[in-house]
């Protein structure tokens, strides 16, 4: 079964901490992972997808396929980090359907 | 570049009715999929078309049913709507064949069923 794991319904950290938001999957074969953003009032909106290894906004996340992780990283958290954060897989070539996990909600402290 | 819109961004259905959502792709895109996301969940697949044909399906039944047209515009029906299918509906688009095949998505239709 195709499923993504986001175990903190919500995570509060303080501007200029580090911040980790942790994602799990499970899935059959060789997943593409991805990172997308919601912020207030806003579009869903990709972040990162693993096969870029892009570090966008300070972002970074590492695919560990032993653990079935895609934990996504920032070493020092800013206030427009506030937003929700799903962390979603789809199958090879990043075409097929998105399996979204619950999300995560950041909230940066002042 | 307008993105993927949507419309309508809001409406109201009693228990029963049909309603329709209309989705234009991102310019140059020629997939289509839409989302169910109900309060406090992740996106769920619905289905997704290319070429005016449903390609892929999620777990939902027939009473969500869709369309492509030429342009690549679509639109998603529900048919006999029940409480439960109040939910924000999300369009989303992306080129099928290409390099990057980023899926950009709408703003979304809230459709509350009373």
């Known amino acids: 079964a195709q499923r993504v794991t986001q175990p903190e319904k919500l995570l509060s950290v303080f501007k200029g901490a580090p911040v980790e938001l942790k994602c799990n999957y499970s899935?059959?074969?060789?997943?593409?992972l991805f990172w997308y953003v919601q912020y207030s009032r806003q579009r869903l909106q990709l972040l990162l997808r693993?096969?870029s290894r892009e570090s966008i906004k300070g972002f970074t996340a590492d695919l560990n396929k032993g653990e079935t992780s895609f934990h996504l990283k920032k070493p020092f958290a800013q206030e427009e980090d506030s937003a929700m954060y799903y962390c979603?897989?789809?199958?090879?070539?990043?075409?097929?359907?998105?399996?979204f996990g619950k999300g995560t909600k950041l909230t940066v402290n002042p | 570049d307008a993105g993927v819109t949507q419309s309508p961004t809001h409406l109201i259905k009693t228990r029963g009715q049909q309603v329709t959502l209309r989705c234009s792709p991102k310019?140059?895109?020629?997939?289509v999929s839409w989302y169910q996301q109900a309060l406090g969940q992740g996106p769920q697949f619905i289905f997704q078309?290319?070429?005016?044909?449903e390609r892929q399906r999620g777990n939902f039944p027939d009473r969500f049913s869709g369309h492509q047209f030429p342009n690549y515009s679509s639109e998603l029906n529900v048919n006999a709507l029940l409480l439960g299918d109040s939910a924000l509906y999300l369009c989303?688009?992306?080129?099928?064949w290409g390099s990057g095949n980023t899926i950009y998505f709408g703003e979304g239709s809230w459709l509350t069923v009373v």
């Open positions: 693993h096969i």
């Open positions: 078309y290319y070429e005016e044909e």
């Open positions: 899935y059959s074969g060789s997943p593409e």
């Open positions: 310019s140059g895109h020629d997939t």
């Open positions: 979603a897989l789809s199958g090879q070539g990043g075409s097929e359907k998105l399996v």
């Open positions: 989303a688009s992306n080129l099928l």
